[in-house]
């Protein structure tokens, strides 16, 4: 049973860089068939897919990547989001999640994120 848990500061002030990380046990980040993504919701709204890493490289949601970036920590089994130059738009539940056998089969339980000065 892969498990994943996020973890992160649940305030950041607008302009700085929110960071968040991915911790993975159960499975393991390097296998060659999964994606490993960041998904927020704002409040009120549906579902935001920020990006992902893979295998093959890293992927991002094209309205936000020159904010953004997934790196990966494979001896910790850990992929963390950096999200550059926050505004309020930013504030979400910020979800991790494994994309495999063609859909999202394991959830983080998600944490929220405001972005307020």
């Known amino acids: 049973q892969v498990q994943l848990q996020e973890s992160g500061p649940g305030l950041v002030k607008p302009s700085q860089t929110l960071s968040l990380t991915c911790t993975v046990s159960g499975g393991s980040i390097t296998t060659n068939t999964d994606y490993w993504s960041w998904v927020r919701q704002p409040p009120g709204k549906g579902l935001e897919w920020v990006g992902a890493?893979?295998?093959?490289?890293?992927y991002y949601s094209p309205s936000l990547k020159s904010r953004t970036s997934i790196i990966r920590d494979t001896s910790k089994n850990q992929f963390t989001l950096h999200l550059s130059s926050v505004t309020p738009e930013d504030t979400a539940v910020y979800y991790c999640?494994?994309?495999?056998?063609?859909?999202?089969?394991?959830w983080g339980q998600g944490t929220q994120v405001t972005v307020s000065s």
């Open positions: 999640a494994k994309w495999g056998n063609y859909s999202y089969d394991y």
């Open positions: 890493i893979a295998y093959s490289g890293s």
